[in-house]
C-alpha cells in the first residue's frame, strides 16, 4: 500500500488560491486511483476530486474552482483550488486504491486503503 501525506493548506481570504500536494511513496504509484476528500465541521467527509489512470474528474461541488492533477515523475497529486470561499473550510485528505477497474464513479471510504492526515483549510477574511 501506498503511504500518503498532504501539504499546501492554510488560512486563505475568500476568493484565494491554494495549492494542496498529496505526495505518495511505496512501490507502484501509476497503479493506484488518488481522490481527495474533504470533511467539514459536522459533515460527512465527501469526495471532491479523482485521478484514476488516465481520468481526472473534479465533482460538482468544486467543478470550475478547483481543478486535481497528477505529476508521476513526481509521485504526487495536487488539488488546485481557486475562488476559495467560507464553506470551503475543511480538513482536506487524499487517498488511495487499486486503480483496476475504478473509474471515479464513487467514494465508499472503505474503498480507500491508504489515507493522508489531512491538513486543514480555512477561508475566513
Known sequence: QLQLVESGGGLVQPGGSLRLSCLASGYGFSDYAIVWFRQAPGKEREGIACSSGELL??????KGRFTISRDTAK????LQMSALRPEDTAVYYCAATPAAHYYCGGYPKGR????????QV???S
Open 57 to 62: 474528474k473534479e465533482e460538482d461541488s468544486v
Open 75 to 78: 509521485n504526487t497529486v495536487y
Open 112 to 119: 480507500f486503503g491508504s489515507w493522508g492526515q489531512g491538513t
Open 122 to 124: 480555512t477561508v475566513s
